[in-house]
Structure formats: C-alpha cells, structure tokens
C-alpha cells in the first residue's frame, strides 16, 4: 500500500477487546473482522492488530483464518511491542520486519524461562520457521549459555518461573498447569494455564497473582534487570489480564503505534485505537503518551483524558463492555464509513455518540 493512500488507522487490542481472552474465535467472528477489514480497506485505513503474543500464537487463532485478498491492510505487532509481520502476497505468507525486533539476548530468555521451558520454546520456534538455524544444537547452545551465565557471576542458573511454580506449590496450585511463552522481547507466564480470565479474576487469585508480582519484581531488581546479559533491561511494566509479563524495557504498545504513524506518514489525530485496559497500570495506556491519537476505550474502566472515549454503552439493566462494545463500535464505525462520512469527521464525532 502506498504511504499517499492511506487515510488513517484502526490499531486494536486483542484479548477481551476484539476476541476473548483464551478463547478460539468461531468462524462467524472471522468473518465479522474480514467484513470489517475489507471495508476499512475499501475506505484507505489500515487495520493493525496489537498484542502480546508472537504470530506463532495470534495466527492460527485469527490471522491465518483471514482471506488472502484484505491481509495487504494488515500490519500485526506482537510480542509486546517487540515483533512486526506484514502479509508478502506473493509467497502467501507473513514475514517478520527483522529491523523493528527488539529481542532478549539468548541468556536472558533462558534465565528467565529455565532449561525446559526454553527448550520447548525454541523447539516451537524452530517449527514456526521464525529464522532460527534449523540445524542448532541445542544442547550445545545451552552450554554456551550457561558459561555467559557463569562469567557474568550468576552462580546458579535457577530462573525466575522456578522460584515462581514453587509458590505455586505452597499455595497448593498445581505448577503442571502454568504455562509460559516467549515472545522474543517478552515472556508471558499464565499460573493457570492459557485458559480465559475468569478464573484469574476470583479474590483470591487476584491477591495470589500480585504476590507472585512482587516476587518477580524483586527477583529482577536483585538480578540487575538482568542488563548484564544484554543491552536492555528487563522488566514488569503491567500485570495483563492473566499473565505475568517480563519484557525488555521499550518494548510496549506506543512503541508499535508510533512506528506505524511515522512508517505511513500519518497524522495522530487520524489514528483510532480500542482497548479495554487505558488506565494507569494497563496495558494499551503507554498509547495516550502519543498525543491527538483516539482512544476507545470499551473496557468496565478508564483513566480520563483529552481524547479517551468511554465506549462502554448503556443497556436497559447494565453496560455493555469488552469484545461486545467493541462489536458494535466497530459496526457503527464502517455504517458511517459506508453512507459517505469521512474517517476524521467520524473520529471528531466519537465522544459525543450514544450508542
């Protein structure tokens, strides 16, 4: 697509603000984003996807799914704000923008995963065709690793998801069901596994979770971020809905949308995103930093500012939030685009619209 085309850009969360979070979108979702795709598309918007998981994760559950003739209008940004894929129509395949990665080095992805989790993670990698030598010995590489570790004064090669999975224990959860992902610039670990949020949202989880936080925080602050493993270091920005996230310091939302507004030339006042986590803490809020960008934001909260809309809509008995919210925005969205309204008179209009 050509920089002059384009008239602005719908950027989106995914998890609990497009899709459900641990959830396999059905086939009448997919056909609810292409239809809306197609018709940002046919009006000159690009459509771009935001993130934490890598295309190995967010592929087969969406965007593999979607058909061949919108994914040019597609940029996806994952690993939290570490990866980039653009769809390359004549292989039919996705490929990552290698100059926009912004990656663990080897010793810190494997300090912070532990010997079988990194593994399995590499192993996945490999089969994904990510770029990774086909032919590395891992065993051998492992060992390279564990020297670096060693010459840099780590003692023990004990990561952090082990000391984590041991809390897990005491508080009589089973370890078995944590599941972790490497994203590249970011590692997500789930205690419970990658199932949907609710569980993650009883009281008793939500203060289990902050503990387990805090023990990862300082588990970092006493290992020096781990900056002597690489030439960033490495931190916990936000908690996530289930997750707890180690990402290397940089890489967030606003870094993904302010290469996309520079990639494509594009004014910020021209820019949508939708999230349900723009507050102090959440994961889309590092996106209010770039200024006149608009913001949807159809989660139960938000903190206020000069271009934050509260998409939550008012039912008879309740309000209507998430992927719901989200559903009937995006449709009122591409009506007005449709009956002839242009894309900036529709952004100017958001916050004074009931729906």
């Not at 918007?45 to 597609?74: E, F, T």
């Not at 010997?115 to 770029?131: F, P, V, W």
């Not at 041991?166 to 009589?172: F, Q, R, S, W």
């Not at 503990?211 to 270091?233: F, M, P, V």
Request: with cysteine; hydrophobic share 35%; charged share 30%.
């Amino acid at each position: 697509m050509s920089l002059t085309e384009l008239n602005g850009a719908w950027m989106t969360d995914i998890d609990d603000t497009l899709v459900y979070s641990g959830e396999m979108p059905d086939n009448m979702k997919i056909d609810e984003i292409a239809e809306f795709i197609r018709i940002l598309k046919k009006h000159n918007i690009i459509w771009v996807p935001m993130s934490g998981v890598a295309m190995v994760k967010l592929g087969p559950r969406i965007l593999y799914r979607l058909p061949d003739d919108i994914l040019s209008n597609v940029i996806y940004y994952g690993g939290d704000g570490s990866l980039k894929y653009m769809y390359n129509p004549g292989i039919h395949s996705w490929l990552e923008d290698k100059s926009f990665s912004s990656l663990f080095t080897e010793s810190q992805a494997y300090i912070i995963l532990g010997d079988s989790e990194y593994r399995k993670a590499i192993t996945e990698m490999n089969a994904a065709d990510t770029g990774i030598d086909k032919g590395l010995d891992l065993n051998r590489k492992i060992e390279e690793i564990r020297e670096i570790l060693k010459e840099k004064g780590y003692q023990s090669t004990r990561c952090i998801l082990d000391v984590l999975k041991d809390e897990l224990k005491k508080h009589g959860v089973d370890p078995n069901k944590s599941e972790a992902y490497f994203r590249g610039g970011s590692v997500s670990w789930m205690m419970l596994g990658d199932i949907s949020a609710d569980p993650y949202h009883t009281a008793d989880n939500i203060s289990f979770r902050k503990k387990l936080i805090e023990i990862s925080k300082k588990w970092l602050e006493d290992n020096g971020n781990l900056k002597s493993l690489g030439t960033t270091g490495i931190n916990v920005p936000f908690p996530g809905a289930r997750g707890i996230k180690f990402v290397l310091s940089g890489n967030d939302k606003e870094r993904s949308a302010r290469e996309m507004i520079k990639s494509f030339n594009l004014k910020p006042e021209n820019v949508l995103f939708s999230g349900n986590e723009l507050f102090d803490g959440g994961n889309d809020n590092m996106i209010r930093n770039i200024d006149e960008v608009q913001l949807l934001s159809v989660g139960d909260r938000e903190d206020s500012g000069p271009c934050v809309i509260n998409g939550r809509i008012k039912s008879k008995h309740s309000e209507i939030v998430g992927v719901e919210a989200n559903s009937m925005w995006m449709n009122y969205v591409i009506k007005h685009l449709e009956s002839g309204e242009k894309w900036q008179d529709i952004l100017i209009s958001l916050k004074d619209v009931q729906l």
